[in-house]
């Protein structure tokens, strides 16, 4: 009787056997044991993490996990498949193997993403949970050099271009400016979408004087989950002259505490006085220096400011067209160390000047490929005008750092130099994760 019930269950689990789908075997890898290594009172499991959970188009991530077993169950040594499923490129395929090290711990790198990608590792000792790593698309903005004197008006109209990668045809882009009175408020000034070959450009005339923050954002679509976001370029825009009475300056722009000479044309005048006012760019015209001219009717005044300020000048019944002179925050930038293992984490710190608590700091990777630069942290000024900002580095060889203090109504934006971090494979024990970094936000679209 004893064999028959035994017989009969063996043909029970053998049909039950049959008839399982070929996908459950996968997703029920966890109750799998490890073969002369089990034990027979336990089950192993697979642990995994992908970092950083964004990336701009064709950066890398870090995949990582451990092999955790019960007491007595080998856990080195033991091969590690890892898979991945690209979104809209059917199913999960293997990215990879890996074999563990001491602990269980294995790692991998998924190299040049371009699409949403979902991750899950498997052994013959179980499969773990997904873990996804969304991707923002590589944005470049291009336009003129940002020391180009800008006019107001429809002769000085000026194209900004660019390219979106991978290439969204279609995909909604807008150019936005920042708010002339808050910082990291940015509105949109033009609409448009991606292109062939992922193309864009946008041809924009300046309707007042002052200084210009641009960006642009492509709107997450298809493929793509997480919006993108260009570089920032900063310019002066000013207004056409007056032939009757000029004005100009000896630098535009400068750097905080920077002395400039404002200087011009009386047509003419013959020791005639001269005025010259200023205001912030939301205040009113208040002078602030007066002269004379000389006998060809020349005029000069050597000013300090403190923030980016428009200046015109006054003779008689006659004023100048509207000079903006911008004024860039003074930076200064260091990092811990030009080397870091894989999953470390660097300090990048310095100072601004002036200091204005609360000003956000960037931290920006330089993009892979087609140059420029992106926002990978957000930090900000501390009371004494210091900022830190402590980021983890994944992936292997050489990335390229920059800091940067974005524009805002006061002061134009600065960069540091850049910092080449060569980057080295990591113990994939040592590797864990880490909180999502700050980015920047969207503004209004």
């Known amino acids: 009787m004893r064999s028959l019930r035994l017989a ?5 689990a053998a049909t039950a056997l049959a008839l399982t789908p070929a996908g459950a075997s996968a997703r029920n890898h966890q109750h799998i044991r490890l073969g002369k290594h089990a034990n027979p009172t336990g089950h192993c499991r697979v642990t995994i993490f992908a970092e950083p959970h964004i990336v701009i188009s064709g950066e890398s991530a870090q995949i990582v996990g451990q092999l955790i077993c019960p007491s007595g169950v080998l856990t080195s040594e033991q091969t590690v498949t890892v898979y991945e499923h690209v979104a809209g490129a059917g199913p999960f395929q293997v990215l ?43 944005v470049t ?20 271009s660019g390219v979106v990668s991978p290439a969204d045809t279609g995909a909604e882009i807008v150019l936005q400016r920042e708010s002339a009175t808050a910082n990291e408020e940015w509105g949109v000034i033009q609409r448009g979408v991606v292109g062939p070959g992922g193309a864009y450009f946008f041809t924009h005339v300046f309707g007042r ?8 954002v492509v709107r997450a679509h298809r493929k793509l989950s997480v919006r993108g976001i260009s570089n920032t370029l900063s310019y002066s825009i000013s207004q056409r002259e007056n032939p009757a009475l000029t004005i100009n300056t000896s630098a535009d722009p400068i750097s905080y505490g920077q002395p400039v000479t404002l200087s011009g044309v009386v047509a003419g005048a ?10 912030s760019k ?9 002269s004379t001219t000389d006998a060809s009717g020349n005029y000069s005044f050597t000013q300090t400011p403190l923030q980016s300020t428009i200046y015109r000048v006054t003779s008689g019944g006659v004023s100048s067209s509207l000079l903006f002179e911008g004024v860039k925050y003074v930076l200064t930038a260091s990092v811990s160390a030009t080397t870091v293992s894989s999953g470390g984490a660097l300090t990048f710190s310095g100072t601004v000047t002036p200091a204005r608590v609360g000003h956000v700091v960037y931290l920006e990777r330089q993009n892979v490929f087609g140059g420029g630069f992106h926002v990978v942290d957000v930090a900000t000024v501390a009371a004494d005008s210091t900022y830190t900002i402590n980021h983890a580095i994944f992936g292997a060889g050489t990335e390229v750092f920059r800091v940067k203090v974005p524009g805002d109504p006061l002061n134009q934006a600065i960069s540091s130099t850049p910092f080449s971090i060569a980057v080295t494979p990591a ?5 864990s994760p880490h909180a999502q970094n700050k980015l920047p936000g969207e503004g209004k679209v």
Do not use: H
Request: aromatic share 8%.
């Open 8 to 12: 009969s269950a063996i043909a029970a």
């Open 96 to 138: 990879g193997t890996a074999t563990t090290g001491a602990g269980g711990f294995y790692s991998i790198v998924a190299p040049n993403l371009t699409a949403n990608s979902t991750f899950y590792a498997a052994t013959v000792g179980g499969r773990s949970a997904t873990r996804a790593v969304k991707v923002s698309p590589q």
């Open 141 to 160: 903005l291009k336009g003129p050099a940002e020391t180009a004197q800008i006019f107001t008006g429809r002769r000085g109209a000026q194209t900004f």
């Open 209 to 216: 004087p002052g200084d210009a923050n641009l960006r642009v």
């Open 270 to 279: 013959v020791s005639k006085p001269v005025t010259l006012l200023a205001r």
């Open 282 to 290: 939301e205040g009113a015209f208040a002078p602030v220096a007066t």
């Open 427 to 431: 113990t994939p024990g040592a590797l």
